[in-house]
């Protein structure tokens, strides 16, 4: 379980392929990898991955195919940077909301809006997620714990402080750019009971 607080900007070092429809990632993010052991969960621009090895400030993780061709991570090449957050420890403060590092889709940057102290962003979301998403709700982008400003059909948009601008990789996400999206899995839960409670189902 992550919180979507962003704690360091890494950088993708390789992509290897394994065979068997799987790959094998090395990240360098010398602050993530502090503390870092084998098994231990780090999120990869939201992506929840296992560390299989640590080395000179660099981890690797083992990628399924799925996990590749499901979320914006198959789109990496060596040297393009990444959000990186430890999974949360039960002591930690709760900057952002529960982010449990599972994708569950793939938007686009629609468009971007630059202010005076900020900047709003719009996104493009994908068939099927409007429906977790409301304004002033919490939506993960690329690992990020946002709060939603506006929500349409097939798009939502966030603001973005000069903070988020500077320290995530969405300061440098152009029109096009694909990202990763996980909404609010309360919001998922909460549509799972009231579906069973319509159906005649357990109360």
Same mark, same amino acid.
């Given at each position: 379980m992550?919180?979507?607080? !962003?704690?360091? #900007?890494?950088?993708?070092?390789?992509?290897?392929?394994?065979?068997?429809?799987?790959? #094998?990632v090395a990240?360098?993010? %010398? #602050?993530?990898? +502090?503390d870092a052991r084998h098994g231990d969960s780090i999120a990869v621009n939201g992506v929840c991955l296992t560390v299989v090895d640590v080395s000179d400030g660099v981890f690797t993780a083992d990628v399924m195919g799925e996990t590749l061709r499901r979320t914006a991570l198959g789109a990496l090449r060596p040297g393009d940077p990444v959000n990186l957050e430890r999974a949360a420890a039960l002591n930690s403060r709760l900057?952002?909301?529960?982010v449990q590092g599972h994708v569950?889709?793939?938007?686009?940057?629609? +468009?971007?809006? %630059?202010a005076a102290q900020w900047e709003t $962003?719009?996104?493009?979301?994908?068939?099927?997620?409007?429906?977790y998403v409301v304004e002033k709700g919490?939506?993960? &982008?690329?690992?990020? +714990?946002?709060? !939603?400003?506006?929500?349409?059909d097939d798009w939502f948009s966030v603001g973005l402080i000069p903070t988020t601008l500077k320290l995530t990789t969405l300061g440098a996400r152009g029109v096009g750019d694909p990202v990763n999206l996980e $909404?609010?899995?309360?919001?998922?839960? &909460?549509e799972r009971l009231l579906g069973d409670r319509a159906a005649g189902g357990d109360r």
């Amino acid at each position: 379980m992550f919180t979507g607080i !962003v704690e360091e #900007l890494g950088e993708i070092v390789r992509t290897t392929d394994t065979g068997g429809d799987s790959a #094998l990632v090395a990240v360098r993010g %010398p #602050l993530v990898t +502090s503390d870092a052991r084998h098994g231990d969960s780090i999120a990869v621009n939201g992506v929840c991955l296992t560390v299989v090895d640590v080395s000179d400030g660099v981890f690797t993780a083992d990628v399924m195919g799925e996990t590749l061709r499901r979320t914006a991570l198959g789109a990496l090449r060596p040297g393009d940077p990444v959000n990186l957050e430890r999974a949360a420890a039960l002591n930690s403060r709760l900057g952002g909301h529960l982010v449990q590092g599972h994708v569950d889709g793939v938007g686009e940057v629609l +468009s971007r809006e %630059p202010a005076a102290q900020w900047e709003t $962003v719009r996104f493009r979301l994908p068939t099927g997620l409007s429906r977790y998403v409301v304004e002033k709700g919490s939506i993960t &982008v690329d690992g990020i +714990s946002l709060t !939603v400003a506006g929500v349409g059909d097939d798009w939502f948009s966030v603001g973005l402080i000069p903070t988020t601008l500077k320290l995530t990789t969405l300061g440098a996400r152009g029109v096009g750019d694909p990202v990763n999206l996980e $909404v609010d899995v309360l919001a998922k839960y &909460v549509e799972r009971l009231l579906g069973d409670r319509a159906a005649g189902g357990d109360r």
